[in-house]
């Protein structure tokens, strides 16, 4: 793990890159190496149907010569030719397009010094004790009276870390850790099945929930799913549980990505600075939060990070931006830079949630009266370039501001922008996904049932 943990080589392989990007006549250059080391089981009606080991080094050069670039990558860092790399990367830019928008970040953006999140556990468990976390997961489902079968349970662990060297003076590298557990459990006999999950998933592992309330969650969930009945087709409110409302907020985080309105791809492209959402919604992007599952240091530009509102006062605020994109929209980047080793940077998310209102979910069920609590969205009929949405859902139908019977085979339609307009969350904000949201109810989808 000492080794692992060092990140000295690489960031001295990525300097001689950049080095020789140079000398082979690029105007500027940046590399990427990223490492990676991971484990994971499965377990399956008590037996070990799955344990591998994966580890990766892989290491990427992009280069500029006026304003054409190019990218190189290798994942044989220990034989990599690193004059050959430059050459090569060198000689494609410069039958490359000219791309107007294409450079390093501002030197005045940069990043001046590393904060420090608590990202790694530096503690990677053996091979058995990720058994032993599986195996307590499944057998605490499958003493959930009427659970029949185990859909399997997982137990995995890794750590991986990224460097970033450029030309103009930038070297910087963080590492992540990422522990998680998973069960799935399967209700009833024959046609009548139902089956559901949980899961949790933490940068330390002592911030994981115990695998046997995972694996009891998961049990009680497809319980509760049997025997669903249809529901007339109908208008009416939605509530959305937590797991299920994180969506919600993806797809305002994906309609918000600067690629997206560069390319006019996304239905909010003319509503920076329109109120879309109540005044009382705040949507908050934060890659500085201590052990944050998407937390990191500086984004893959090198540019310093901070916390950004994406909705302050139901108003749309910002965009996701890199450098690249913000040139293009006339604007600065906001530190989102995102990059694998064999492309450019893109925008895209970090720690995104909704902040939570004041009601309980309880009190919010018992206002809204009648309606329909969604626990799980299927296929993925949302079209972020018109903002149209319909999705296939279950969950449980509310009568008389209670939670009655479970629901399925049942569609919600509308239209992301009038969602917005009607959004009312709960007071039961949890940091668990990395894009998270607290109980979420909308006003007036289409439920298309019987």
């Known amino acids: 793990m000492s080794s692992l943990l060092d990140q000295s080589a690489l960031t001295g392989l990525a300097d001689r890159l950049v080095r020789a990007a140079r000398a082979a006549g690029a105007d500027d250059a940046d590399a990427v190496a990223v490492r990676s080391v991971s484990l994971g089981v499965e377990i399956r009606d008590g037996a070990l149907e799955e344990s591998e080991r994966s580890e990766s080094d892989d290491v990427g050069l992009r280069v500029f010569v006026g304003k054409k670039q190019a990218v190189v990558s290798t994942n044989d860092i220990a034989r990599a030719d690193v004059t050959s790399l430059a050459e090569r990367a060198v000689a494609m830019a410069r039958v490359a397009p000219d791309d ?46 009427g659970i029949t079968k185990s859909g399997g349970a997982s137990a995995s662990a890794g750590i991986g870390g990224m ?20 069960m799935t459990a399967i209700a009833g006999e024959g046609t009548g099945m139902e089956r559901d999950y949980d899961y949790t998933s933490a940068l330390h592992a002592s911030d994981l929930a115990k695998p046997a ?21 109908r208008r009416a409110s939605v509530i959305f549980d937590p797991r299920a409302a994180t969506s919600i907020v993806n797809h305002v985080a994906s309609a918000a990505n600067g690629s997206s309105v560069a390319r006019k791809t996304s239905f909010l492209r003319d509503k920076l600075g329109e109120a879309l959402f109540p005044a009382n919604i705040r ?20 540019v310093a990070v901070k916390p950004m509102m994406l909705v302050e006062g139901g108003a749309l605020k910002s965009w996701f931006l890199d450098c690249a994109t913000a040139r293009e929209l006339g604007l600065v ?41 969604v626990t799980d969205l299927i296929g993925m009929g949302v079209n972020l370039v018109t903002g149209d949405y319909s999705r296939g859902v279950a969950g449980f139908w509310i009568e008389n501001g209670e939670l009655t019977y479970p629901v399925s085979e049942v569609t919600i339609a509308g239209h992301l922008l009038d969602m917005f307009r009607t959004l009312t969350p709960a007071n039961d904000l949890v940091f668990r996904y990395g894009v998270d949201a607290p109980t979420l109810r909308v006003e007036g989808l289409t439920i298309a049932g019987q």
Not at 166 to 182: A, M, P
Not at 213 to 233: M, Q
Not at 336 to 362: I, M
Request: hydrophobic content about 35%; charged content about 25%.
């Open 100 to 145: 107007a928008y294409a450079g390093l970040a501002d030197p005045a953006l940069i990043t001046r010094t590393i904060p420090e999140l608590d990202l790694v556990d530096p503690t990677m468990p053996e091979v058995s004790r990720l058994e032993a976390m599986a195996r307590e997961a499944e057998a605490a489902a499958l003493a959930v009276k």
């Open 163 to 182: 460097v970033l060297v450029t030309s103009r003076g930038f070297s910087g590298n963080y590492l992540t850790s990422r522990h998680s557990v998973s």
């Open 213 to 233: 309330e995972i694996g009891r969650k998961a049990a009680e969930r497809a319980v509760k799913r049997l025997n669903p009945r249809k529901v007339a087709t």
């Open 283 to 302: 949507i908050v992007d934060d890659p500085l939060r201590k052990r944050g599952l998407r937390s990191h240091p500086f984004d893959a530009e090198g």
């Open 333 to 373: 980047t906001t530190g989102h830079a995102k990059r694998g080793v064999s492309s450019p940077p893109s925008p895209g998310p970090s720690n995104v949630y909704l902040e939570p209102g004041t009601l309980s979910p309880e009190a919010l069920i018992r206002e809204t009266g009648t309606g329909l609590y």
